[in-house]
């Protein structure tokens, strides 16, 4: 079956730090892979997506693209804000409409 | 309103006990979607609805758990008999339409934080 694998949290980092969040995962055919956001007291929110290999998505500064051949999806910001402090899903949809998400990855940034 | 809203946003009940979940999808989205979060976990799929109809409900744990959409809009998540472990957020979510092999975006509501006692 599909899953996901995400390093685990929590991540603290110094305003201005580079952030990597580890994605990986194991699908049967072409999957679309996403970033969602999960910041305090708010909904799931889409961050980027990348619907086939070697797609990069981007928003907001923060990159991530889609590595067939090692099945990941690594979400990358070159300089964190204090407002990036959220909870990070790595999420996938294999060529049907349920998203398969992983545990999440909480991030603090501290100024 | 703008986005997906969801009621209560917070529901406390007892063990055994019933209880219904509300769901108010972006207007003109035709699929929505349940999902359950456990503390510390993803969300989990449970049931997907294409229209006024339950395309896919394999994500439901079990026979408690029953969701309606009856006019294609708005949708209730329903739990009988409620258990300890069905203590999650529910969440729901709303998409244009399903979305092929790309995937239409899929909008997500605050949630339902259930408790059960």
């Known amino acids: 079956g599909n899953s996901v694998t995400q390093m685990e949290g929590p991540v603290t980092l110094s305003e201005e730090a580079f952030l990597t969040i580890n994605c990986t995962y194991t699908a049967t055919g072409y999957p679309s892979l996403f970033w969602y956001v999960q910041y305090p007291g708010e909904g799931l929110q889409l961050l980027l997506k990348a619907t086939k290999a070697d797609d990069k998505g981007s928003n907001k500064g923060f990159e991530a693209t889609y590595r067939k051949e090692t099945t990941s999806f690594h979400l990358e910001k070159g300089s964190v804000q204090v407002s990036d402090s959220a909870v990070y899903f790595c999420a996938l949809g294999a060529g049907s409409y349920q998203l398969t998400f992983g545990k999440g990855t909480k991030l603090s940034v501290i100024p | 309103g703008a986005g997906v809203s969801q009621t209560p946003s917070n529901k406390v009940t007892e063990k055994g006990k019933y209880v219904e979940l509300r769901c108010d999808p972006i207007s003109g989205h035709t699929a929505l979607y349940w999902y359950r979060q456990s503390l510390g976990q993803g969300p989990e799929f449970l049931i997907y609805f294409q229209g006024t109809g339950a395309a896919d409900d394999s994500g439901l744990p079990n026979d408690r758990f029953f969701a309606v959409r009856p006019e294609g809009s708005v949708s209730t998540l329903k739990i009988q008999r409620t258990e300890r472990g069905d203590s999650a957020v529910y969440l729901c979510?709303?998409?244009?339409?399903?979305?092929?092999?790309?995937?239409?975006?899929?909008?997500f509501g605050p949630g339902t934080r259930l408790t059960v006692l």
């Open positions: 979510a709303s998409s244009k339409e399903r979305g092929g092999s790309t995937m239409d975006e899929q909008f």
